[in-house]
């Protein structure tokens, strides 16, 4: 059956209106042609009963041709197609009787919203991609194969003492190589409901991104690659006081929330935070009259649904004090708590000049800015006494007593005035700002370098120490470097760590294997860090990933191997591709015509996708080549 776009194609062809010096189509032009309405374009459109019927209108007896409609045609990547386009249809796209969709006129589908899978993630550093989908095939259970739990390889237990392969799974730290999302799906039969934090440093989209990750991504996909891999975060959180934080920048931060909201619910956001990324300084001070330089990230904190009750333990900051400019505040600040161990009842409050003085305190009490500094040596128990009048309300039938505001805070009540420590002025409650954490020198943290994406350990251990508590589980999807591995190690919680480039996998596990020795960079000095602990590391069993990767590193003189690999091995293959074809010795020698590049993306196309990875399942068929060990160990994994 002749389609209407083989039609156009077969006119167009044989037309020398539309070529070169070279007989070859220019395509740009039927564009400009159809824009202004071209004589010569109208006449064939118009001399063909079909082509009139399918792209011009009749209103008032008078014809209009539909630009719309045409140019969408001859956007078709059917229209005109290159070679590798054309072998592309010739070999794929049929349907349960083996005719090619392309070549049905019987049904129109149209997807305002992509419903797939997107992998959103590179082996190659330098690969420039635009979309590359995991699922191909729309039906609900093959998209369940897909994310149905894997098979795993290479299990190793790495302690200070030793690294010892395993062929069963004791409960440890975690780090999986392999795709996040799928990673994930398998994580959920073992650790639903289980994760008490995630932080995530997500891939930014952006084009300037300096993370070699193929970030290169157009919005909606970007989207949709996220909203895959929140939903079953949700599933993997603590459904009583689980929650998310999830670092990004301007470019999609306002879209981020929106989505956040839509998956976990608007009751459900605890906060934004504003977190210095970058200092101001280097090149992004060169445009300072055009746009404020941007050295800030987002933060997105939200909890596992809204229900959940997190508890954040409070954080206290140091405030910088400037001594000469303070010495006219802190005169207020003229008691101290002589025996402030004792029970508040038993307080015995006294000027603090009467203080140094009986105590013989070398402190020169003619000197302010001495005395000053003695009173910031004693911050926790100076004090100044006012009469506020906010606490009128309250009676009192003893001398003290604690109370608490509406903001939360608490005051204490001693014989009628409110007591204000100057501790509460020279540090102060974290807020949604946080730019008291250096960016300087991060490459030094770890011992492994990651131009521009590493994270301070400061950060991320702020962020465990306020949601998490000591042996609570943290996962972190985008595990790079694995600063939240060592970071976890270091405040003595269990941590996942999920990462698929090969050049980030290896730096995580030398990072965290420094970190057991007893590394001393980071957080090491606050935590008084030693070294200890283990942790675990495994594959996902790779299956037709595998092949992708063999044909990413194949050229010319190899392609063909696998070209004739796969045509073996039809259950490599994705169902929508006709075999036969494909082993055609005509379809062999136009595929042999294409360029290399062009055989690599045609075979990468036509592998059946859904079986990326080895799935749990199928452990036992011996074409999938798992060892006795493997097997034991996922056996052991799932609990089997």
């Not at 008691?335 to 029970?343: G, K, L, Q, T, V």
Request: glycine share 4%.
């Amino acid at each position: 059956m002749v389609t209407l776009i083989d039609k156009l194609n077969s006119r167009i062809k044989n037309d020398e209106y539309f070529l070169d010096e070279n007989k070859e189509i220019i395509k740009e032009k039927i564009k400009t042609a159809s824009l202004n309405l071209d004589e010569h374009l109208m006449s064939i459109l118009l001399s063909d009963e079909e082509f009139k019927k399918a792209f011009f209108i009749e209103s008032n007896g008078i014809l209009v041709f539909d630009k719309v409609k045409f140019s969408w045609i001859i956007s078709n990547n059917n229209f005109l197609p290159d070679s590798y386009t054309s072998y592309k249809n010739k070999i794929g796209l049929i349907d349960s009787n083996g005719d090619f969709l392309k070549n049905k006129d019987d049904v129109v589908l149209s997807f305002p919203f992509k419903d797939c899978i997107l992998e959103f993630d590179s082996t190659d550093e330098i690969e420039n991609r635009s979309e590359v989908f995991l699922n191909e095939i729309i039906a609900k259970e093959t998209i369940d194969i897909l994310l149905k739990p894997k098979a795993f390889v290479n299990a190793l237990k790495i302690t200070k003492e030793e690294e010892k392969q395993l062929s069963s799974f004791n409960d440890d730290n975690l780090v999986i190589k392999g795709n996040n999302l799928i990673s994930m799906y398998t994580l959920l039969p073992k650790y639903a409901g289980q994760i008490k934090c995630m932080y995530w440093d997500i891939l930014y989209n952006t084009d300037s991104d300096n993370v070699p990750y193929n970030d290169s991504f157009k919005h909606t996909s970007w989207l949709v690659m996220m909203k895959n891999r929140l939903e079953v975060a949700q599933k993997l959180l603590r459904k009583d006081n689980g929650v998310i934080c999830i670092q990004c920048d301007d470019n999609e931060q306002a879209y981020l929330k929106v989505l956040m909201d839509e998956i976990f619910g608007r009751d459900s956001f605890i906060n934004c935070i504003c977190v210095k990324s970058s200092e101001a300084s280097g090149t992004k001070m060169a445009h300072v009259e055009k746009k404020f330089p941007k050295i800030k990230d987002y933060i997105l904190i939200y909890k596992s649904n809204k229900d959940a009750v997190v508890k954040i333990n409070p954080v206290k900051t140091d405030n910088t004090i400037n001594i000469k400019e303070f010495a006219g505040y802190a005169k207020y600040y003229s008691n101290i708590i002589e025996n402030i161990e004792a029970p508040v009842e038993e307080w015995k409050i006294v000027p603090i000049r009467e203080y140094i003085t009986k105590n013989k305190i070398n402190v020169d009490l003619k000197d302010e800015v001495a005395l000053t500094m003695f009173k910031l040596q004693n911050a926790t128990k100076v004090i100044y006494r006012t009469n506020n009048a906010s606490f009128n309300k309250y009676s009192f039938t003893t001398k003290t007593a604690k109370v608490i505001s509406p903001s939360g805070i608490e005051y204490i009540w001693w014989e009628g005035k409110q007591m204000l420590f100057l501790s509460d002025y020279t540090s102060s409650y974290l807020c949604d700002i946080w730019n008291d954490i250096s960016t300087i020198n991060l490459n030094k943290e770890g011992g492994v370098e990651l131009k521009a994406g590493k994270k301070p350990e400061k950060l991320i251990g702020r962020i465990l120490e306020s949601f998490t508590d000591k042996n609570d589980l943290v996962l972190d999807a985008y595990f790079g470097s694995g600063t939240t591995g060592s970071v976890a190690l270091k405040l003595n919680r269990r941590f996942i760590g999920l990462e698929q480039l090969d050049s980030h996998y290896e730096k995580c596990i030398k990072r965290l294997k420094s970190v057991i020795d007893g590394e001393t960079s980071g957080i090491s000095g606050d935590t008084k860090w030693n070294g200890g602990g283990s942790f675990t590391t495994f594959e996902l069993a790779k299956y037709n990933y595998s092949l992708i990767e063999k044909i990413n590193e194949s050229i010319e003189d190899n392609i063909m191997e696998i070209y004739d690999l796969i045509l073996n091995n039809p259950f490599y293959l994705n169902y929508k591709v006709d075999l036969n074809i494909l082993r055609d010795n005509k379809s062999r020698d136009e595929f042999i015509e294409l360029s290399n590049d062009d055989k690599k993306k045609l075979l990468i196309e036509i592998l059946d996708k859904n079986l990326l990875y080895i799935n749990y399942s199928d452990i036992e068929d011996e074409e999938k080549g798992l060892s006795d060990e493997d097997k034991s160990f996922t056996k052991s994994f799932y609990g089997e």
